[in-house]
């Protein structure tokens, strides 16, 4: 458990303070009275800061850490990799570690997502795929199909073409004008629909904008499995089946973006496994490596592959360090460990467990909602249980800024709270926690929620 942070101002924190531009952070905010949060070293779940400090990782540092910190076999695995061939460019060359890891990923993802184009991470995922979508129905002699639609406070990445698939209004208006064609439809968070409204009412808001659209202007839809922003919305049952239906209808692309939910974060492999339905690409990142090295990859069916396989056509994009070979070493060394750990297996045993542990709160009157699947889970704060009644905007700075962040890290547990929707805490541990990891979540954030409704909430 880590204890309130010294006021030390070591020669790191002012380095950083006059140097390191950290991303999504108020760099104002920080002075020797207030330090940067430095983690220093990392073992297993557990993170450590300059202090010594030890943290719970409920956040498995950005949804990433997916086999957890610490697997030196990953590091030997990158050393060997050097010994052998540092580099090479998947520009007009293959090498070996970036064609095995893709025949290994086509073995996994379902169906017919048999073709791996690698990227250095989520956002180039989506960006990538999204200009395959257009370049795909280009090729099929339909160059009017251009536009895509997401969902309403849906995170798909920050750079331009997936910042425009991102639904969150003061992320994008701040950097518009973005990629023209980007629509957004609703999402799922059924905690805040009317009890009596139709299950499918936001896949069928799928088809009413691709036909307000116009289907032949529209390329592809992309969705999480569960959807992170706005806090774990889980899909009702048979939504991804209604969407398949309707993209299939009208000749859309499927696309699932699992920057997050791949790799064990719901159980298996990949997110739309568990609900069922068979995507045109899926876009991953983060627990790809686990998060030991950047990669992210778009993977592909066959018939979206079709138009670029023969001839002198070519898919014309790329990076110059996607599917680097030290970095395909440690995410084959990565799927070793899922392999031989079933962490998948150990992510569907535990869940309900986690999970429970998570309803228990729910006892508190700030927890509205639990919701999420496998390691995946957010808790709604709410002001009236019985009314839903969310935080105003100054309410929710104050409870989520002003108390929640830096008391959950001072009492040692490193998790999200996040207003990009609604308030909501967020956790997504490394796969290899278990009971005792529940239960240390648990007793932290009954005390830290506890407190915030007695002194944010109650006594206003
Ligand atoms: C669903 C989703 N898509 C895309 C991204 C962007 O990934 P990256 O930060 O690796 O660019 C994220 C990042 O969290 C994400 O959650």
Redesign the pocket.
């Known amino acids: 458990m880590a204890t309130a942070p010294q006021v030390v101002d070591s020669e790191l924190q002012k380095m950083a303070r006059e140097h390191l531009w950290m991303h999504f952070s108020r760099m104002g905010a920080y002075s020797p009275e207030h330090e940067i949060p430095l983690i220093t070293r990392a073992d297993g779940c557990y993170v450590y800061d300059e202090h010594g400090n030890r943290y719970l990782d409920g956040l498995s540092a ?2 990433c850490v997916n086999a957890g910190h610490g697997r030196t076999e990953l590091g030997e695995a990158a050393a060997r990799q050097v010994e052998e061939l540092d580099f090479y460019t998947l520009w007009s060359y293959a090498h070996p570690r970036a064609i095995e890891l893709a025949a290994r990923i086509a073995g996994l993802a379902p169906g017919d997502l048999n073709r791996v184009f690698f990227t250095d ?6 960006e990538s795929a999204l200009k395959l979508a257009r370049n795909f129905h280009r090729a099929h002699g339909k160059g009017q199909k251009h536009k895509f639609i997401a969902r309403e406070v ?6 331009l073409g ?1 910042l425009s698939a991102t639904g969150i209004t003061n992320l994008r208006n701040q950097f518009e004008p973005l990629v023209a064609g980007a629509c957004h439809v609703p999402n799922t968070n059924i905690y805040r629909w009317p009890e009596d409204r139709d299950p499918m009412w936001a896949a069928d808001a799928i088809e009413e904008r691709i036909v307000f659209e116009g289907p032949e202007t529209v390329a592809a839809v992309i969705l ?1 499995p569960v959807q ?2 706005g806090g774990c919305f889980v899909p009702p049952d048979g939504y991804f089946k209604r969407v398949r239906e309707i993209c299939d209808q009208y000749d859309v692309l499927l696309i699932s ?5 791949a790799w064990g974060r719901l159980g298996h492999y990949f997110g739309c496994e568990r609900f069922g339905y068979q995507p045109d690409l899926i ?1 991953t ?2 627990g790809i490596t686990s998060a030991y090295a ?1 990669m ?1 990859a778009v993977i592909a069916s066959d018939r979206v592959f079709e138009p670029f396989s023969e001839g002198d056509a070519s898919f014309a994009h790329g990076f110059t360090f996607a599917g680097h070979p030290v970095v395909a070493a440690i995410a084959l060394a990565n799927i070793d460990v899922f392999e031989r750990e079933d962490l998948c297996g150990h992510v569907l045993a535990k869940e309900d467990e986690f999970r429970g542990m998570l309803e228990s709160l729910r006892e508190l009157p700030i927890v509205g909602d639990v919701r999420g699947a496998g390691f995946f889970q957010a808790i709604e704060l709410v002001k009236d249980r019985d009314t839903k009644e969310s935080f105003n905007d100054e309410e929710s700075e104050r409870l989520l800024r002003g108390f929640l962040s830096g008391e959950l890290y001072k009492r040692g547990l490193i998790c999200r709270a996040d207003d990009r929707g609604d308030p909501v805490i967020q956790l997504a541990p490394p796969l290899i926690c278990d009971t005792e990891q529940f239960e240390e979540i648990h007793d932290v954030l009954s005390g830290v929620l506890t407190e915030a409704w007695d002194q944010v909430v109650a006594h206003g």
């Open positions: 950005l949804f991470g989520g956002s180039e995922a989506v849906a995170y798909h990445g920050t750079s997936a999480e992170n922003a973006d699992e920057v997050i939910c876009t990142a983060k950047p992210g």
